[in-house]
C-alpha cells in the first residue's frame, strides 16, 4: 500500500457482544490503516464484522452488550480509545463523520432536513466562534442551504424547510452526506451508503463522494458488501470473512490477481457477461454459507467451504495469520503465493 | 388455435387512488402499472427489470390478485384470470406460486417450516400424516435443505436457507408458473448464486416457467430468456435478453446499464457516457413521489432523459418494433 | 449450550418456549405464578380442603366414605375440567417431546385428538357423576359422632368446618386453635369460607376474561383484516360499546335476572371485549401487510385459516397481558359487587361478600373478618397484575429476536 501520511490506524481490535447465548466475537485482531487522501474499502458479507469496526472507531458500540476487548485505534496521533467521552464528542461528527446504510430511519423525522444540518454545524462551531447565538444561527441555516447545494439537490432553499418523509431516499442520503461533511472531517466513514438505494442513484451517490473528496482532500472508509462498488471507487481493499480480515492489498492489485480464496470465490460469483457464455446458465458458488457464531470452525475459519482446505489438515487445525506476501499485500492463507 | 403463450398480459393497468381532504375524496390515481403488456411462453422466463417503485412487484400481485387490477387481461393457460369467480381462481392459484423478496417477512416466524410447507398441501391435496411429512421431506431435498429440518421455526435458519424454505412453499403444489419477485436482493452474494443456480436447476427438472422480477440487469441476463425494463409503470424496452444487452435502445436502459459498477471494465460498460441522469426536481423513479396527481403529457423519463426533445413532452411514445431487430421493441421518440 | 442441545434434538424453540425462557428469568414472576397456581389447586379441591364430613369414619365397624358420597356436582364439574385441561397439557407436551420418529412419520396427537381425548374424559367423569350424586342432603354432624363416641376412627379435612355449618355457639370468636382465623358472625370457620370463596373469585375471572377474549378477538380479526368500510363501521360500534358503563348494568341486570355468579361473569365479559378487539384489530392491521399473510392468501388457503392459523399466532401477545389484568380487574370488580351487596347471595361464600359482613357487624369490630378476606383479595389482584407484568416484559423484547 502506498506508503503516504496515515490518517487512521487500526492495531489490533477486537470486540466483542456479551449476549446471553454466549459470547459473539464480532471483530478479532483486525489491523489496517487509512492514508490521507485515499478511499479504504471494508468489503465483506453480512455478519462478518465490518460495521462493528465502523461503530468501534466511533465508539458507538451498544453498552453493556458490546464491548471494545482489545487494541487501538490512532487517529491523528491520538488513542481513540483511551479518550474521555467528552474528548470523543468533538471528535465525531467534527474529525471524523458517518454516514449509515438506510437513510430513511437515520434521519429524525420530526425536525426539518435544514434544522438538522444547522445543528451539526452549530454544535461545532460553537467553541470555535463567540457570536451572539441567534446570528450563530441564521448563519448555520445559510451554510446547510450552500451544503445541499453542494451535495447537489436542486432548489435547496426550498428543501431546506422539507421534511425527511417528503425526500426520496436519494436526496435523504444526501441529506446525511451534508450533516457529515458540514464540519470537514478528515476522515468519513460511509457504512453501506448505496445498498438501500437504486443502482443509478446509487452511482450518483458514489460520484458526489468521489467529488467532495477531491475538494476536501478527506479520506474515505468506504464499508460495502459489493465488490464492483470496491473496485471502481477504493484505492485500497481489505476482505473481511467471519470477523478477520483475509486479505488487504492496493485496488488494482487485489482485483488483478486474487490471492485468497474467498476473494476469489467471490469474483466468480459474480455474474460477468463477458467471461463466460451467458447461455451456459449456471454461476459459480461458494458452496455452504458465512458461519454464525458462536462457535466458528476450528483453524482457518473459511476452510468448509474452500476447495483446498477441505481437505488439508493444516488448514482444519491451525489458524492462519495475516502476514504480508509481497510489499504492500497481506494475505491470511496458507496457500498463498509467499 | 391453442395459443403457444402460458401467461399473457395485455394492457393491465393497477390504479391506487390518493384521498385527500376532510371528506377523503379521490383526488388522483398513483398509477402504479400503465398498461404493461407482455407474454411468456411455457418453459421460458421473462425478466422484468426495474428500479425500486418502478411498480414491478404491483404487477406481480395483480396477476394473482393480491391486488385488485383496475383495468386489461391477463390470460393464464387460456383462463382470463381478473375476472374468474371464486372457484376458479382457486383453482388457479394452485398453478401460479409466488416467491416473495423480504425473507424474513415472507415466513410466518409462529409455525414451523413442516407447517409452512405442509399446509397448502394439507388444504388443497388433502395430505395428511406421513404422507404430507415425506412430501414435504421431498421438497426440503430438492432446494437443498435436510428433512431434519422440519420442526425448526425460521429465526433458526440464515438468510439464504430462509429463501429456500420460500421456495420449497412455492413448488409444493406443482405450480406451472412461478413469479419470484426479487428473490435474491436480500441475500449476500455468495449466496445469490446458489439460489439462482437453485431456480434453474429445478426450472429444468420441473419444467417451470418464471416470471423473475429484480432491480439487478447482472442477475436477469444469466437468467432470462427474454426480459422487459420497466419505468415508472410503462415499459419501455423488452427484448430477447442477448439483443437486449448487445444492443439497448432506449436511454433508460442505457442508464441503468451504465449506472452497474463492474469489477472489470468489458463486463458491461459500453460506450454510453452519454447516458448519465439529468439531475431534476423528480430524483428517482419512485412513483410514490410524483408530485402531482394529473397524468403527465408526454414520456415519463422525459425529465431525465439526456436525449429529450420536444415532442417527448408532448405525448407518450409507444412501444414498436425496430424493423431490423426482430422481437426488440422501444418506447422512445428517438427511434 | 440449550441452543446445540436443541441443535441436537432438532426441535426448535417454539413461541411459547421463548417466552417461558425470558418469563421464569425473574424470580418475582416464578413467584406469582406459584400463588396463582396454589390458588388453582385450593379452588379446585376447596370441598377436600375444608369439609365438615370426614374422608372416612368408621360407625359400628363399618367403614363409611361420607366426604365423597356429599361431593356436589359442581364439585364434580370442576375436577372434571381440571382433569381435562391437565390431560391436554400433559399430551402437547408428549406431542411435541415424539414429534418425528426417524423414519420421518408424524408422531403428533393433532389438535382433534387431544380434543377428543379431552372430551372422553370429561363424558366418562360425567357419567359417573350421575352414578355418585347423593340423592338427599346429609345433614349429619359427624363431629358429634365422634365425640360421643359412635364413629371411632375419622379422618377429616384439613379445615375440618362446613362453609354452611352453623354453629351458634362458637360465634365471633378470634383466631384460635379451633379456628385458625376465627369465626364470623353465625359461627362459620372464616378459613373455610375463605377457600370455598377463592371459587368464586377465580371463575368470575376467567369466565369474564374468556367470553371478552373470544368475543374481541373475533371481533378485532375481521375489523382489522377488512379494514375499509367494515373497519369504519365497526370501530363505532365497538366504541359505542365502550361507551356502556359496566357496574351499573350489572346493577341493572340484578334487578332483572337471578342473582348468579355465570350472570356476573357473563356481563363483565360482554362489555370488556372492546380493549382486546382494539388490540387485535391493530396487530392485524399491521399484519395484513406481511409477506407471509399475502403468501397465504396467494396459495389459495381458506379465510379462516389465514385469519386463525397464520395471523391469529402472531397477534396474540398483547390479548394474553391484557387477559391477566382482565382476570384481576375482573375478581374485583365482583369483590367489589358483592360488597356492595350484589354479587352472589349468602349462603355462597365470596371474599367481598365476607368483607362486607365483616364490615357491617354491629358492636365490636371484629378484625378478623375484614383482614383476612381483604388480605386474599389484595394478594390475589396483586398477582395476576404482577403475572400481566412479568408476561408483557417477556413477551416484547423476545418478539423481535424470533422474527
Not at chain 1, 485515499?38 to 464484522?49: D, H, I, K, M, N
Not at chain 2, 418453459?43 to 396477476?63: D, F, H, M, P, Y
Request: with cysteine; proline share 5%; aromatic share 8%.
Amino acid at each position: 500500500m502506498n506508503r503516504d501520511e496515515i490518517l487512521l490506524s487500526v492495531q489490533d481490535l477486537s470486540a466483542s457482544f456479551f449476549t446471553e447465548d454466549g459470547v459473539i466475537r464480532a471483530v478479532q485482531n483486525v489491523s489496517f490503516s487509512v492514508s490521507k487522501g485515499r478511499t479504504f474499502a471494508l468489503v465483506g458479507e453480512s455478519g462478518c464484522g465490518k460495521s462493528t469496526i465502523a461503530l468501534s472507531i466511533l465508539r458507538l458500540v451498544q453498552q453493556p452488550q458490546g464491548k471494545i476487548v482489545s487494541g487501538e485505534i490512532v487517529f491523528e496521533g491520538q488513542n481513540l480509545l483511551r479518550l474521555r467521552e467528552k474528548q470523543m464528542r468533538q471528535i465525531r461528527g467534527n474529525k471524523i463523520a458517518m454516514i449509515f446504510a438506510e437513510p430513511m430511519t437515520s434521519l429524525n423525522p420530526v425536525y426539518t432536513v435544514g434544522d438538522q444540518i444547522a445543528e451539526a454545524i452549530k454544535i461545532h462551531q460553537k467553541k470555535n466562534t463567540n457570536q451572539a447565538s441567534r446570528k450563530a444561527g441564521a448563519q448555520a441555516w445559510e451554510d446547510a442551504v450552500e451544503l445541499l447545494r453542494t451535495v447537489g439537490i436542486a432548489n435547496p432553499e426550498q428543501r431546506a424547510h422539507e421534511y425527511p418523509h417528503q425526500l426520496s431516499g436519494g436526496m435523504q442520503q444526501r441529506v446525511m452526506i451534508a450533516m457529515a461533511i458540514s464540519c470537514e472531517p478528515k476522515l468519513l466513514i460511509a457504512d453501506e451508503p448505496t445498498t438501500a438505494l437504486d443502482v443509478t442513484t446509487g452511482a450518483a451517490i458514489l460520484d458526489l463522494l468521489d467529488e467532495l473528496q477531491k475538494q476536501n482532500g478527506m479520506s474515505i472508509l468506504l464499508i460495502t458488501h459489493d465488490l464492483a462498488v470496491v473496485a471502481e471507487r477504493a484505492d485500497d481493499v481489505a476482505v473481511m470473512y467471519a470477523s478477520q480480515i483475509v486479505e488487504m492489498a492496493d485496488s488494482q492489485q487485489l482485483f488483478a490477481a486474487p490471492f485468497h480464496p474467498y476473494t476469489r470465490g467471490l469474483l466468480r460469483c459474480l455474474p460477468r457477461s463477458s467471461i463466460s457464455n451467458p447461455r451456459s446458465r449456471r454461476l459459480q458458488t461458494i458452496p455452504g454459507a458465512v458461519p454464525q457464531p458462536p462457535p466458528f470452525p476450528s483453524g482457518c475459519k473459511f476452510h468448509p467451504r474452500c476447495r483446498i482446505g477441505c481437505n488439508d489438515n493444516r488448514c482444519q487445525t491451525v489458524e492462519p495469520e495475516l502476514r504480508q506476501v509481497q510489499p504492500g499485500r497481506y494475505v491470511a492463507c496458507w496457500h498463498a503465493p509467499a | 388455435m391453442r395459443n403457444e403463450y402460458l401467461l399473457q398480459v395485455d394492457n393491465l393497468k393497477t390504479y391506487f387512488p390518493i384521498k385527500k381532504g376532510l371528506l377523503r375524496r379521490t383526488a388522483g390515481f398513483v398509477r402504479a402499472v400503465d398498461g404493461i403488456s407482455f407474454a411468456i411462453r411455457a418453459g421460458q422466463t421473462l425478466g422484468l427489470v426495474g428500479e425500486s417503485g418502478c411498480g414491478k412487484t404491483t404487477v406481480a400481485r395483480s396477476i394473482i390478485r393480491l391486488v385488485p387490477a383496475t383495468a386489461g387481461r391477463v390470460i393464464f393457460d387460456q383462463t382470463d384470470v381478473l375476472s374468474a369467480d371464486r372457484a376458479k381462481l382457486r383453482q388457479l392459484r394452485k398453478q401460479i406460486s409466488l416467491i416473495f423478496q423480504d425473507i424474513s417477512g415472507s415466513l410466518n416466524p409462529r409455525m414451523t417450516v413442516s407447517s409452512i410447507i405442509g399446509e397448502p398441501l394439507k388444504v388443497h391435496k388433502g395430505m395428511t400424516g406421513r404422507q404430507l411429512n415425506e412430501r414435504v421431506a421431498t421438497l426440503l431435498c430438492e432446494v437443498g435443505l435436510t428433512p431434519d429440518h422440519i420442526n425448526r421455526y425460521p429465526h433458526q435458519f440464515s438468510g439464504g436457507q430462509r429463501q429456500r424454505i420460500g421456495i420449497a412453499r412455492a413448488l409444493a403444489l406443482q405450480p406451472k408458473l412461478v413469479i419470484a419477485d426479487e428473490p435474491t436482493s436480500a441475500v449476500d452474494v455468495s449466496i445469490q448464486s446458489q439460489i439462482l443456480n437453485l431456480l434453474k436447476d429445478l426450472q429444468e427438472k420441473f419444467a417451470l416457467t418464471y416470471l423473475f422480477i429484480t432491480h439487478d440487469l447482472a442477475v436477469v441476463e444469466f437468467f432470462a430468456d427474454y426480459v422487459a425494463v420497466m419505468y415508472m409503470g410503462r415499459i419501455v424496452e423488452q427484448g430477447p435478453a442477448a439483443e437486449l444487452y448487445r444492443n439497448p435502445l432506449h436511454p433508460y436502459t442505457r442508464t441503468l446499464l451504465s449506472a452497474i459498477p463492474q469489477v472489470y471494465i468489458d463486463d458491461f460498460r459500453l460506450t454510453i457516457d452519454d447516458c448519465k441522469p439529468v439531475l431534476s426536481e423528480v430524483e428517482g423513479s419512485k412513483i410514490e413521489n410524483q408530485k402531482s396527481e394529473i397524468k403527465p403529457a408526454g414520456c415519463t423519463f422525459g425529465p431525465r432523459c439526456p436525449w429529450r426533445q420536444n415532442n417527448c413532452f408532448k405525448q407518450m411514445p409507444q412501444l414498436q418494433q425496430i424493423c431490423n431487430h426482430k422481437g426488440h421493441f422501444v418506447a422512445c421518440w428517438k427511434y | 449450550m440449550r441452543k446445540q442441545a436443541e441443535e441436537k434434538t432438532n426441535w426448535g424453540a417454539s413461541y411459547g418456549e421463548l417466552i417461558w425462557r425470558q418469563f421464569s428469568k425473574s424470580w418475582l414472576n416464578i413467584g406469582c405464578l406459584i400463588f396463582v397456581v396454589f390458588l388453582f389447586l385450593v379452588a379446585i379441591f376447596a370441598p377436600f380442603l375444608a369439609n365438615d364430613k370426614p374422608f372416612v369414619i368408621r360407625i359400628e365397624g363399618k367403614l363409611y366414605f361420607p366426604l365423597f358420597k356429599n361431593l356436589q356436582p359442581v364439585d364434580y364439574g370442576i375436577l372434571l375440567a381440571a382433569i381435562g385441561g391437565l390431560s391436554q397439557l400433559l399430551l402437547i407436551r408428549n406431542e411435541r417431546r415424539n414429534r418425528l420418529t426417524k423414519d420421518g412419520s408424524v408422531n403428533g396427537y393433532g389438535c382433534a385428538t387431544r380434543l377428543g381425548i379431552s372430551c372422553a374424559i370429561i363424558f366418562a367423569g360425567t357419567a359417573l357423576v350421575f352414578v355418585l350424586i347423593p340423592r338427599r342432603l346429609d345433614a349429619t354432624d359427624y363431629k358429634i359422632m365422634v365425640a360421643s363416641g359412635k364413629a371411632t376412627t375419622a379422618i377429616f379435612a384439613p379445615v375440618p368446618y362446613g362453609k354452611t355449618r352453623t354453629n351458634l355457639v362458637a360465634r365471633q370468636q378470634p383466631p384460635s386453635g379451633q379456628h385458625w382465623l376465627g369465626t364470623d358472625d353465625v359461627g362459620c370457620d372464616v378459613l373455610c369460607r375463605l377457600i370455598h370463596g377463592s371459587r368464586v373469585s377465580l371463575s368470575v375471572g376467567f369466565v369474564a376474561v374468556g367470553i371478552s377474549s373470544i368475543i374481541g378477538i373475533v371481533i378485532g380479526a375481521i375489523l382489522g383484516y377488512f379494514g375499509g368500510k367494515v373497519d369504519f363501521i365497526g370501530m363505532r360500534v365497538v366504541e359505542a360499546v365502550m361507551a356502556i358503563p359496566v357496574f351499573f348494568l350489572i346493577i341493572t341486570a340484578v334487578a332483572f335476572f337471578p342473582r348468579s355468579l355465570l350472570n356476573m361473569a357473563i356481563i363483565i365479559g360482554i362489555t370488556s371485549w372492546t380493549g382486546n378487539a382494539r388490540f387485535i384489530r391493530a396487530e392485524f392491521l399491521k399484519l395484513r401487510r406481511q409477506d407471509f399473510v399475502q403468501a397465504a392468501v396467494s396459495l389459495g388457503l381458506p379465510l379462516r385459516s389465514i385469519l386463525f392459523r397464520h395471523m391469529l399466532p402472531n397477534a396474540i401477545a398483547p390479548v394474553l397481558v391484557n387477559a391477566t389484568f382482565g382476570i384481576s380487574g375482573a375478581i374485583f370488580i365482583e369483590a367489589a359487587l358483592s360488597f356492595l351487596g350484589f354479587g352472589v347471595a349468602p349462603p355462597t361464600p365470596s371474599w367481598g361478600q365476607m368483607l362486607s359482613l365483616g364490615v357491617s357487624t354491629t358492636g365490636r369490630f371484629l378484625w378478623w373478618l375484614t383482614l383476612f378476606p381483604g388480605l386474599a383479595i389484595f394478594l390475589t389482584v396483586l398477582a395476576y397484575n404482577l403475572l400481566g407484568d412479568g408476561l408483557r416484559d417477556a413477551l416484547d423484547p423476545r418478539l423481535s429476536k424470533a422474527i
